[in-house]
């Protein structure tokens, strides 16, 4: 998927919100680590390729997936990461919460300066007892919003838990 198509169906999809109201702990200024069994650069694309078990930690965050792509601007700073699976997954925790944020995608594309993450084929993601799934999902990160839409035939799906309040 091309950049732009991606960021037209951000601008252009057809968005359900649900902001989680807790507080955040994502931040884009933590240092990425990556394992995998095999990795390579390439100094004139800017571009590197991990392949083989790879697991990408970014503080509490931790990304698995069987490859992942890291391109980086001229200047050094990433500008995504792409990572494919079967499902990639991703799991980050958040300051105030004991359960994590759970998602799965066939790819996961995580933009770091933009604090988002696309899932896209058979997509989930999972915070406490809320459930979202669907052919694409969007996170922002620093916004705690997910967005979802239809493509083709397949609507997504949000299942939405009571909160029992405690008196």
């Known amino acids: 998927m091309s950049h732009l198509k991606l960021s ?27 394992q995998s069994d095999k990795a390579s650069f390439e100094q004139l694309t800017h571009q590197a390729t991990h392949e083989g078990n790879v697991v990408m930690t970014q503080g509490d965050h931790i990304l698995h997936a069987d490859k992942l792509t890291v391109k980086k601007d001229p200047k050094g700073d990433l500008t995504v990461l792409t990572a494919t699976g079967n499902p990639a997954t991703f799991s980050g925790q958040m300051e105030s919460s004991p359960n994590p944020v759970l998602a799965t995608a066939k790819i996961i594309y995580y933009y770091p300066d933009k604090q988002l993450i696309v899932l896209e084929g058979q997509a989930t993601l999972e915070h406490q007892q809320d459930k979202f799934k669907g052919p694409m999902l969007s996170y922002q990160l620093d916004k705690q919003v997910v967005s979802a839409t239809k493509q083709n035939n397949e609507r997504p799906t949000i299942t939405i838990q009571p909160r029992v309040s405690k008196l």
Not at 9 to 32: D, E, Q
């Open 8 to 34: 037209l169906f951000i601008l252009l999809a057809f968005t359900v919100s649900c902001a989680f109201g807790i507080p955040n702990r994502f931040r884009s200024n933590i240092p990425i680590q990556i």
